[in-house]
């Protein structure tokens, strides 16, 4: 049983035995309600004061009967009450214990501050791709009602203390989507000072908002209003652009995605031209951009376009062949 409803059901036995006692004394007896409370009360508690006043015998009878009954149920509704409450608070700290054994076993992990609707999207998406994150949320009715399967931790993310609890040293990246670009903003600057190799995306929904960000050292700013309005309209001028690129990105099609592949230095197609990978003869993927680790984006690379060590590549086919060149470039 849920332990809140146990602890009410043990407080309903405990009210109902009160109040069985206290009718009874006054039914019997005849005596005032307070009169008949008290001597309830005395009865049940064992401490044995004298009787509020002389009791007849059908007045010593109930009283045995309600020592008999009430006495056992009580202590058992206070045993079991106690045994609730501190199991909970045990789970409790089990709990924590658990969450901080977790967290520091993440590494190469994203934070996500804020758990709203933004939040939930970004969530499902990691969740699919199989990365690593944890949630910093400052509400605890949000924090509780999150999948039992998301790490969280329920506090303030402009806090470095929070952020530190996160692994934030350890992080590959952190997303704040806190629903004030003031709080985005402190996020952004407590993270960039705790982690300077950190990759941080922020939201904006202010204009002058997002170049404040970047100041503050975030490498994107997304701002959910602009790109809105954006995908509105081009949907109305460009119909079938826009149907191409959402089916391109749809989480879980197994038609057609697109994905960006990291090329290790191990890889044995460093030093290649396209043509000679043969990637789009074996797999029937095509290579859309290469970008360089100098961050230089090469759109639309000819087949004689070199692939060097720690390219990224933007690849677009099928989930099984883009999950083959992944395994491909890694060898």
């Given at each position: 049983m849920n332990p809140k409803y146990q602890?009410?059901?043990?407080?309903?036995?405990?009210?109902?035995?009160?109040?069985?006692?206290?009718?009874?004394?006054?039914?019997?007896?005849?005596?005032?309600?307070?009169?008949?409370?008290?001597?309830?009360?005395i009865t049940l508690t064992t401490v044995g004061y004298l009787e509020v006043h002389p009791l007849s015998t059908a007045g010593r009878a109930f009283t045995i009967v309600l020592i008999l009954s009430g006495v056992g149920t009580m202590l058992y509704a206070l045993s079991v009450g106690a045994r609730a409450l501190l199991e909970g608070e045990i789970r409790e700290i089990l709990g924590r214990r658990k969450l901080s054994k977790k967290i520091g076993e993440l590494k190469d992990h994203y934070i996500i501050c804020g758990f709203g609707r933004m939040g939930k999207i970004i969530c499902r998406e990691m969740t699919q791709d199989g990365a690593a994150y944890i949630v910093i949320e400052k509400m605890s009715e949000v924090a509780a009602s999150m999948d039992k399967d998301i790490l969280i931790i329920q506090g303030d993310a402009t806090q470095d203390a929070v952020l530190k609890?996160?692994?934030?040293?350890?992080?590959?990246?952190?997303i704040s989507v806190l629903s004030t670009d003031a709080d985005n903003l402190y996020v952004v600057l407590s993270a960039r000072g705790l982690n300077s190799k950190l990759r941080i995306v922020a939201r904006a929904s202010d204009e002058g908002a997002e170049q404040k960000l970047f100041r503050a050292g975030a490498d994107s700013v997304v701002s959910p209003y602009y790109i809105g309005g954006l995908r509105i309209a081009h949907t109305i001028l460009k119909p079938a652009v826009v149907d191409f690129i959402e089916f391109a990105t749809r989480s879980g099609n197994i038609e057609l995605q697109m994905e960006e592949i990291k090329v290790k230095e191990t890889s044995h197609?460093?030093?290649?031209?396209?043509?000679?990978?043969?990637?789009?003869?074996?797999?029937?993927?095509?290579?859309?951009?290469?970008?360089?680790?100098?961050?230089?984006?090469?759109?639309?690379?000819?087949?004689?376009?070199?692939?060097?060590?720690?390219?990224?590549?933007?690849?677009?086919?099928?989930?099984?062949?883009?999950?083959?060149?992944?395994?491909?470039?890694?060898?």
């Open positions: 602890i009410l059901l043990l407080i309903a036995l405990i009210f109902g035995v009160i109040s069985f006692g206290t009718l009874g004394f006054s039914i019997i007896e005849g005596w005032r309600i307070f009169d008949s409370l008290y001597m309830t009360v609890e996160a692994g934030i040293e350890r992080a590959q990246g952190l197609i460093v030093g290649k031209a396209l043509d000679e990978c043969e990637i789009r003869k074996d797999l029937g993927i095509i290579i859309v951009a290469i970008k360089r680790e100098s961050g230089e984006m090469e759109f639309n690379p000819t087949s004689a376009t070199v692939i060097r060590k720690g390219d990224t590549l933007v690849a677009m086919g099928e989930t099984k062949h883009l999950k083959a060149l992944e395994d491909m470039v890694g060898v």
